[in-house]
């Protein structure tokens, strides 16, 4: 009965000192307009027009907040040129994969009877790599060690020029030419990453037999600012090396995510993994000829597949680099004249106009800018622009919040709790016989709280005795 009775006191006393802290508020508080809402000398119609003019700037300033934040949430990052050149010395040189167009010597299959078409066939790839080279762990995100041997590889380029460049000279055979991939003699090449996994079949550049080829190179490297971490894979549409465990390769491309999917779609329609796909699974038989049909239709109907669902998960490296040539070509000497390659000049004129190919590969710059992706509106951006919107319209800042936490929260709870702990005091103390004065109450005093705080017998500061 005695609680049912105290919780009316308590919420009317409670209600008293939040709006006496309200009044308070308007009259102490930095947010434009309010001061005049809560000043008392002025008309009613002013106060109504100051407190809608108040709530017209907090719906224009939600507005505008409403637009930054969506600006920031679909903006995450933002690409652009790389404020450092990347030097020559500090990539490597790129992987260099060359194949015949010839799919079958002639040679070994002339005494068989072959029933279908030329299909292309698995075929090998040999990586040779000089005598008393060591393999060095490099990915475009980390770059190469710091500890490097005298030779490794990948290695770097050693200077700009055709001089300082990658020459090869490629013998076709023609004779022993019997299934060719395209519709004529020649060489299929391809400028990659040291880390990718090359697809001629689709991607390769074509090297015409009897003409020299110089293919002027330069690379592009994108990279990421680290902050960009922070940010969630899907709105920064980039995934960083170790983000992201793929099953056969070391470090993650989209490449190689993309074919390790096509590698599981195939696995699970023919059986069987194309030589061209990761060995995802250690027992995984490699698809033989008996399988190219299979692997045909797959590919028609790869689009249209599971596969298509995983690539959509390979999102791009946020360190990539990749390579791109100029070519241009001029035919082989037809007549008997020195040349400066000694390795061509030792061939018959005829034979090398009708098999041969020479590539020479360089670098024409020493350095080359990139690209670099960082964060777009971050959230000191964003916090700035939300600060700048609400102090030009409402006189907003951080003060304010303290203000609004202390006037309206903490003042009516503190002065609750020290009404009620007062309240409890003199039931446990009691002194009969002692009254204590109780000033008179102006009409006109607006602080009200001072008596309702300290009930009577408890010891108090009055300003109101010290008046008069």
């Not at 292309?120 to 790839?125: D, G, Q, V």
């Not at 074509?206 to 902050?227: A, Q």
Request: overall charge positive; charged content about 20%.
């Amino acid at each position: 009965m005695e609680a049912q009775q105290k919780q009316p006191k308590v919420r009317r006393f409670l209600w008293r000192s939040f709006k006496n802290s309200l009044v308070i508020f308007f009259k102490e508080t930095g947010l434009h307009g309010l001061k005049f809402v809560g000043d008392a000398a002025l008309t009613i119609w002013e106060r109504c027009f100051f407190l809608i003019a108040f709530v017209a700037a907090f719906i224009l300033t939600c507005q505008l907040i409403s637009n930054i934040y969506a600006k920031w949430n679909s903006t995450p990052v933002i690409i652009g040129i790389s404020p450092h050149a990347t030097s020559i010395l500090k990539v490597p040189f790129p992987a260099v994969t060359i194949c015949n167009m010839n799919q079958v010597q002639r040679s070994k299959v002339q005494h068989y009877k072959v029933k279908q078409n030329c299909l292309s066939s698995p075929s090998n790839l040999n990586l040779s790599v000089g005598v008393g080279f060591v393999p060095v762990a490099w990915n475009p995100e980390t770059g190469y060690p710091k500890d490097l041997p005298k030779l490794f590889y990948p290695t770097t380029a050693v200077g700009t020029g055709i001089t300082m460049g990658f020459t090869v000279v490629l013998d076709a055979q023609l004779n022993e030419y019997y299934c060719s991939s395209t519709n004529g003699p020649g060489f299929k090449l391809l400028f990659h990453n040291a880390i990718s996994t090359p697809n001629l079949k689709e991607d390769g550049i074509m090297l015409g037999i009897g003409y020299e080829t110089n293919f002027r190179l330069e690379f592009s490297i994108s990279e990421s600012h680290p902050n960009i971490r922070s940010i969630k894979r899907i709105d920064r549409q980039c995934v960083f090396n170790k983000e992201k465990v793929l099953l056969y390769h070391k470090d993650y491309t989209q490449k190689s995510c993309e074919d390790e999917c096509r590698a599981k779609f195939l696995y699970n329609l023919c059986g069987c993994i194309p030589h061209k796909y990761p060995h995802i699974y250690k027992y995984a038989r490699v698809c033989a000829v008996k399988d190219i049909f299979c692997e045909r239709r797959a590919e028609l109907e790869n689009y249209k597949s599971e596969a298509d669902k995983c690539r959509k998960l390979c999102l791009p490296s946020c360190f990539h680099l990749t390579y791109v040539a100029d070519a241009f070509y001029i035919p082989l000497a037809k007549h008997d004249f020195r040349i400066a390659n000694a390795k061509v000049a030792q061939l018959n004129k005829s034979y090398l106009l009708e098999n041969v190919a020479v590539m020479n590969l360089y670098y024409r710059e020493s350095a080359y800018y990139g690209t670099m992706k960082n964060v777009y509106f971050g959230l000191t951006e964003f916090l700035s622009n939300i600060g700048g919107v609400m102090g030009l319209f409402m006189g907003f800042s951080v003060i304010s919040l303290a203000e609004v936490f202390y006037f309206l929260m903490l003042k009516p709870i503190s002065e609750l709790l020290l009404w009620q702990r007062g309240r409890q005091q003199l039931r446990n103390d009691p002194q009969p016989g002692k009254q204590q004065a109780t000033p008179k109450k102006n009409k006109n005093e607006e602080i009200w709280y001072s008596s309702e705080l300290y009930p009577k017998g408890i010891a108090r500061k009055s300003t109101l005795a010290n008046k008069h």
